[in-house]
């Protein structure tokens, strides 16, 4: 069987970046790998050797790259048997050692140095503490990365991309895993209302001895700081403190919270008279946490029994409120129908900027562009219901067609 054409040499090429096109092209085009095989390590190392390769000497350089990717391919062989994206790079080196005339014989390139332990003297290198560094370090490849979203109501984009309106009246967990603890406090919207809004927001990053100490980050209506708890910035005197830093995107409207030594960042905004809240991180980030912490929106939504219907009755009529989402929401997707829902409710045209900040969040947040808009009929349910009804349907269908045939 011949080289899978996702795989294929692109021929002789004396274009210097010709090396480096072909491993990205092993490391990203073939890059549903087992977890066992360990290919995409060896795509990434022979990536980062050749990387920089110009001019005199390269020849050399690229043969020893080349010994060096095969050696790594031969180490993981057993693992990788019957792995795609493995046999693609065997015959891909082999393909690549004809072209550069290169010996199987030689040198190699020297190995990459690893990450040093935590606690190690020379940890001032801060490997750990980059997180999207050293998953590629050790995976071959980018984390994946999830949203999550609450705003105006409270509406909850969850990391599944269900959306819910909720009352959640009170203080509710967004999050609460091994490394993060979110906490969204809600208050009626107006008097009488079982709509509700977030007021208050609690974050914390918990202790990461290698990189950060614990801080938490308090907002309020109206008290949005550019600081922790405590008045520092980032996460203090430990090696890893910068991978932790906080700035004010715009005064007490927008504060930004990266958290780079867990590959996540946090937005949060005041429009009108609430707090929003959105997030961007790496998926293991996201799960780490016991079956048994099972309340949290951003993961499982809002309680069944804490779910609002989009169908509102308010202080403003819905065309009303319709004409003045459509100035910030031109697409009538879910943060449009949020937009009206809270218009409606509350009376206060500045909501319109919440859900116009949530959308903008998302658009930068979001590693799927095509996953940004969300188009749900009605109030919120399960997700996968209308597909559930077709099948039934087909199902149904199927039936009757055999009936009519017997």
Known sequence: MGTPTCCKSPGQLDNPGFFLLRALFLLLSCRHVSSQCKILRCNSEYVAATLNLRGGGRAGAVCDALRSYSRCTRRTARTCRGDLAYHSAVHGIEDLMIQNNCSKDGPTSPPRPRPPAPGHQGFQSLDMCDYEKSFLYKHG?????????????????????????????????LLDNDYLFVQATSSPVAKGSNATVTSKLTIIFKNMKECIDQKVYQAEIDNLPAAFEDGSVNGGERPGGSSLAIRERSPGRHVEIRAAYIGTTIAVRQAGRQLSFAIRAAEEVARAFPAEQDLQLCVGGCPRSQRLSRSPR???????ARALCKEKLPVEDVYFQSCVFDVVTSGDANFTMAAHGALEDARVFLPDAEKLHIFQAGASGPRGSASLLLLLLLLASALWAGLLHF
């Open 314 to 320: 308010g202080r403003l009529p819905a065309e009303t």
């Open 141 to 173: 490849q980018p984390p994946s990365y999830q949203h999550c979203a609450a705003f105006g109501d409270p509406h909850i984009r969850t990391f599944q991309h269900d959306f819910h309106t909720c009352r959640v009246e009170g203080s509710w967990p």
